[in-house]
């Protein structure tokens, strides 16, 4: 099992960026598949972008693609979260997530999360 600790998040001005972080240790971070999920309050939690453990494929939500960029180094074993152009509607805890067997499949490692406030 990876333990997952997220950080980098704050409160940002609409237009804004920023950079979300996830070290992660134990286990086999490096083999595995790794995402961001997000949850906005009264609302369900959802995939925002996964990577495989190689980085040679990505997933994006519609909603984020072209604002976000999901990257990981293995060799310090941290996944992270370019956000730019924020909105408010990305407004919302963002958790990292590793241990599926596929980019939209079900994880099995979660971090607690790390807040994104969005100011417009």
């Known amino acids: 099992q990876v333990q997952l600790v997220e950080s980098g998040g704050g409160l940002v001005q609409a237009g804004g960026s920023l950079r979300l972080a996830c070290a992660a240790s134990g286990g086999i971070f490096s083999r595995s598949n790794a995402a961001w999920f997000r949850q906005a309050p009264g609302k369900e939690r959802e995939l925002v972008a996964a990577i495989t453990w190689s980085s040679l494929a990505r997933y994006y939500a519609d909603s984020v693609k072209g604002r976000f960029t999901i990257s990981r180094n293995n060799v310090v074993s941290t996944l992270y979260l370019q956000m730019n152009s924020l909105k408010a509607e990305d407004t919302a805890l963002y958790y990292c997530?590793?241990?599926?067997?596929?980019?939209?499949?079900?994880?099995?490692?979660w971090g607690r999360g790390t807040q994104v406030t969005v100011s417009s």
């Open positions: 997530a590793a241990g599926s067997q596929t980019l939209t499949g079900a994880y099995s490692d």
